[in-house]
Structure formats: structure tokens, C-alpha cells
């Protein structure tokens, strides 16, 4: 009573502390206490060898067969397992009473080897501290990655689909850009060559209908400059030219005279016959968008703002000779003003200086000074000083249009048709080359969706594992605990660390 005064515990009070061992150093605390042999290894093999010749010859009993699949067999099996062999053999009892069959002899002998020196309990702490430092974990962080790839290859198969979905739209915005429906590419390209000769009268038309304005620009600059048309000469004469005589021969421009016959120019490559299957793409049911064409890296450099540049690297059939006799218009000669590059080209940079006058003139008369330059044009001719801000708006828009109708992207690629075979390969490559882009981004959607299943399944055949493994460390640290409990008049033991957190 003395000693409970003081604050000292009774033998019932220190009976009922509990043990406390760290799971990762259970198999030290063990060794040190002299529950278990040091060199406990050696022994455990030996019984490791009786145990896999005892598995070769077992009774068909379902628990039994249940214990021995994919199972580390231990001690605390072992018992079970001569538990159920005592039902089994019952028949081979002798008078006396014991077991006169080798399976239970064997099994017998495994539990009396485990028993001696406790090297069970030193296996089973050995087992339960692999488990929770290493095999638990090692499952656990695999289907982390299955997790992690999984992730991974959504993303990608996102980005592999949207990819494809992009170079399919970019496909159908050039088809659409061109006005070819993609299925024959290098034959519709070639196809649209016919529509050039409607284009070109219309231009025609329209460029008709800028005679006055030409005839007041000439007036203009002849007022301002103080000189005469002789001495000036003509302003925009090729635009001049073809307001009065229309898209004519070259030859005609050239000599002033019209040609007693002309020789036309074939362009071979519009002779070919058609692509064999291999140029045939099917994307049926598919509409078309409008929107730029994006030819990648291929050097092509289109813009849309000011002069029109397309830059394909390509030589033009610009060499065809026209030397011949007087009157005959071949080669050059026998192509119209719009055909000819170097016309086609004047004629835009005229229409541009017309377009350049007509915008200044606008902004003048818009703004605070037109009352100074109405003062100024009071002695002009009358096709100068008569014009309203509305005509010359009138007029800026149309020759806006004629300039905007010869320098688009698609009226570049018809001008570039005409000129060039290489071209025409080349914009038919750069089309398929759309094409194969999105098959490939297609293929590489389906192998990583494909990689993210397998991952999946992966994932699903761990998981059972890593709850199977848990269940039987856990049974472990319960038969451990137990044991070593016995050893300590039934105190408690607790088994601490990560061992609680599996």
C-alpha cells in the first residue's frame, strides 16, 4: 500500500501496460528480448523446403486448396492447415491414436521445425515488415503511375483529336478558299483554269466603266502639273487601253494593231488525264467552311493587306518566244492582257495609282480644306471641278472592287495554275499533305487511348492485389500481436507506425 502512496504501480497495474513496438523494428526488439534466434534464417529455410515437397501432395479440400493459392505460406497457416488434415485423415488414425499419414507426418513436422527456437515469429516479423516497407507500397505506387499515364493519355487523346479535327478544318477551308470539293485534287485544280476566261470579262466589264474617271485623273494631273498631255503623256495607259479596246492580244497592245491570226498557247498539264485512284480522298458528307488557307511550312507567304504576295518558289513559263511574221500573234503575243504576267501586273499597279488618287481626293474633299481647294480648282477644265465627294466615293469603290477581285488569294492561285505544272503539284501536295496530317493525328489518338485501356486493366488487376495484401498483414499483425502477448501474460501489444496506415 506504501508503494501506491508513493505513486508506484501495482503488479495488476503494470499487468495490464501495454507493449508498444514499432513495426519496422519489430524483428530487432525481438532478437534483443531472446524470443528469437539471430541466425534464424538458416533454420526458416530448411522449413521452407519441407513446406514446397509438402504442397506436391494434398487432400481436395477446398480451405486447404484456398490457403495454399498465391499465398506466402507461414506458421499460422501451417496450423490450419493440420487443423483440417486432422478431418481428413481421421481414417488413418491407428489404435493408438496417431496419424499414420505421410500428409499429416509432413505437416506435423513443419509446425514442430517452426516451433523450435520460435523462428516462426521471427518469419512472421521478417513477412509483416516486407510488407508494410515494401510490398504494400511497391503495388500502391504502381497503380499510382497506371493512374498517372492514365491521366496522361487523356490529355493526349484530347489533343491528338483536336489536332485532327484542326487539319481536317484547314482542309476544308482551302477546298473551300479554292472552290474544289477535295475528292479528285489535282484534276479540280486544274478544272478551275475554265472559269478565268468568265472572270476575266467581267473585270473587263468593270474596268470598262473607268474611262471618266481615268480621263479626270489625266485632266487632274495635267491641271496640277501645269503641262500638257503631250508633254505628261498618258496616265494609267494600259488602263487607258483597255477601257477602249477591252482584254485584248498582247499583240495588239504591243503594235497597236489587231493580229490577222493568232496561234493559241496549250498548256500541256491541262491536257493530262485524270489522277489515278491513289489522288482520290473521300470525305463524304463533310461542309465546307470558308477561312485562309495555312500552308505550313512549305514557303508560301500570302498577304492580304496592300500588294498581294505569294511566293512559291517557282519558276513561270514566261519565256515563250514572239518573234515571228508581221500580222501572227503567238507565244506572248497571243495571250490577253490579263493572262500575260507583266500586263496583268501594269494593269494592277495602275488600277492601284487610280485607287491611291481617288482615296486623297476624298480625304480632301471630306476635310476642313476643301473650301481652299475649291478656291484653288476654280480655273480647272470642267471633268475636274465638277466632281462630287459622292462621285469620287462612287468611283473609289469600284476600282477598290476590280483591284481587290485581281489580287485575292484565289484569283493568285488561278493566275499561278496557268503559269505553272510545279505549282499545281505543289498546292496539291501541300492539300494532301492536310489530309495525312489528320491520319496521322487520328492513329496516334487511337494508340494512346489504346495505351491508356491497357493501363486501366493494369490498374484493375493491382488493386485486388494490394487489398488481398493489406488483409493479410493485418491478420498478421493481429497473430503476432497475440503471440507475443501470450509471452507477456497477456498484456496488450500494439504494434505501432505505418504498419496502421496501409
Known amino acids: 500500500m506504501q508503494g501506491t502512496k508513493n505513486g508506484e504501480l501495482t503488479a495488476k497495474q503494470i499487468e495490464n501496460l501495454p507493449v508498444d513496438i514499432s513495426s519496422s523494428k519489430l524483428l530487432d526488439w525481438l532478437i534483443d528480448r531472446r524470443h528469437v534466434n539471430l541466425k534464424w534464417q538458416s533454420a526458416a529455410l530448411v522449413v521452407r523446403e519441407k513446406i514446397n515437397h509438402a504442397i506436391q501432395d494434398m487432400p481436395e479440400v477446398e480451405e486447404i486448396k484456398k490457403l495454399l493459392a498465391g499465398t506466402y505460406i507461414n506458421y499460422f497457416h501451417c496450423l490450419r492447415i493440420v487443423a483440417l488434415l486432422k478431418v481428413s485423415e481421421e481414417s488413418s488414425k491407428n489404435m493408438f ?4 499419414s505421410q500428409r499429416m507426418k509432413d505437416w506435423q513436422e513443419i509446425v514442430r521445425l517452426y516451433e523450435k527456437d520460435n523462428i516462426y515469429l521471427a518469419e512472421a516479423a521478417h513477412m509483416l515488415i516486407r510488407n508494410v516497407g515494401f510490398e504494400v507500397p511497391s503495388l500502391k505506387k504502381q497503380i499510382a503511375k497506371c493512374q498517372q499515364l492514365q491521366s496522361e493519355c487523356s490529355k493526349k487523346e484530347k489533343d491528338y483529336a483536336e489536332s485532327a479535327s484542326s487539319a481536317r478544318d484547314e482542309y476544308k477551308q482551302s477546298c473551300k478558299q479554292l472552290g474544289i470539293k477535295g475528292e479528285k485534287i489535282r484534276s479540280e485544280l486544274l478544272g478551275l483554269v475554265s472559269e478565268l476566261p468568265q472572270t476575266y470579262r467581267s473585270i473587263e466589264e468593270q474596268a470598262r466603266k473607268l474611262s471618266e474617271v481615268v480621263e479626270f485623273y489625266q485632266a487632274f494631273v495635267q491641271f496640277v502639273s501645269g503641262s500638257d498631255e503631250e508633254s505628261i503623256g498618258d496616265v494609267c495607259p494600259l488602263l487607258k487601253f483597255l477601257t477602249q479596246h477591252g482584254n485584248t492580244r498582247v499583240y495588239q497592245w504591243r503594235t497597236g494593231k489587231v493580229p490577222d491570226r493568232v496561234e493559241e498557247v496549250k498548256l ?8 489515278t485512284q491513289e489522288d482520290e480522298i473521300d470525305f463524304s458528307g463533310i461542309e465546307l467552311d470558308t477561312g485562309e488557307i495555312d500552308f505550313g511550312d512549305l514557303g508560301i507567304s500570302i498577304e492580304n493587306e496592300g500588294a498581294e504576295t505569294i511566293d512559291f518558289d517557282i519558276e513561270i513559263n514566261d519565256s515563250i518566244t514572239t518573234e515571228g511574221e508581221e500580222g501572227v500573234a503567238r507565244g506572248n503575243d497571243a495571250l490577253c492582257l490579263f493572262e500575260h504576267i507583266p500586263t496583268r501586273n501594269q494593269f494592277i499597279n495602275e488600277v492601284l495609282e487610280l485607287q491611291a488618287f481617288l482615296g486623297q481626293r476624298k480625304v480632301e474633299m471630306e476635310g476642313d480644306t476643301d473650301v481652299l481647294t475649291f478656291n484653288q480648282f476654280q480655273t480647272a477644265p470642267t471633268v475636274v471641278k465638277t466632281k462630287t465627294l459622292h462621285y469620287i466615293t462612287t468611283m473609289l469603290a469600284q476600282v477598290d472592287e476590280i483591284y481587290n477581285r485581281l489580287t485575292e488569294t484565289r484569283m493568285q492561285h488561278l493566275f499561278l495554275l496557268i503559269g505553272s505544272p510545279k505549282y499545281v503539284d505543289r498546292l496539291a501536295d501541300s492539300l494532301k499533305q ?3 496530317l489528320e491520319e496521322k493525328m487520328l492513329a496516334s489518338r487511337e494508340a494512346v487511348k489504346q495505351k491508356r485501356l491497357d493501363c486501366l486493366e493494369d490498374q484493375t488487376k493491382l488493386e485486388p492485389r494490394v487489398d488481398a495484401l493489406v488483409g493479410r498483414t493485418r491478420e498478421l499483425q493481429k497473430q ?5 502477448s501470450k509471452r507477456y501474460k497477456n ?11 496501409l
Open 97 to 100: 491414436g496417431y496419424y499414420s
Open 480 to 484: 503476432i500481436a497475440g503471440d507475443i
Open 491 to 501: 498484456r496488450p501489444v500494439n504494434l505501432m507506425g505505418a504498419i496502421n496506415s
Open 434 to 436: 492536310k489530309v495525312s
Open 268 to 275: 500541256s498539264f491541262l491536257e493530262e488525264e485524270e489522277e
